[in-house]
């Protein structure tokens, strides 16, 4: 199975210091093609966030349609796992957010890249 860009998942993510998982939505960011091709999937975290706030981080619009049952936000951490720990698909982000994480992601690695390489 693949799931189309901006789709929300539930997936354990990886903690960044601990090799510990925690069920969390995430939104795919890779196309199915690669993901049919790799068995790979890449993901933004989704986070309420409740007690940091992070650069470029960026509030859900619609949560409803994402499938989410609180105000979240989409956080700049990427990540790779296996398409099989793929728990669920929840939602899919509108088209407003979709927007955005394009515009957060093209200043967060495209610009970034342009400049020095």
């Known amino acids: 199975m693949t799931y189309k860009p901006y789709t929300v998942v539930a997936v354990p993510f990886p903690f960044t210091d601990s090799p510990r998982t925690k069920k969390r939505p995430a939104v795919v960011l890779s196309s199915e093609d690669h993901q049919s091709k790799t068995s790979h999937i890449t993901l933004l975290m989704v986070t309420t966030a409740k007690h940091s706030r992070w650069f470029d981080d ?60």
């Open 58 to 117: 960026h509030s859900i619009i619609d949560v409803t349609v994402a499938g989410l049952h609180a105000p979240s936000i989409i956080r700049q951490k990427i990540f790779t796992i296996d398409i099989r720990l793929i728990i669920k698909k929840i939602g899919m982000l509108h088209s407003k957010d979709q927007r955005e994480i394009n515009n957060i992601l093209r200043k967060h690695i495209l610009d970034s890249c342009t400049a020095h390489c």
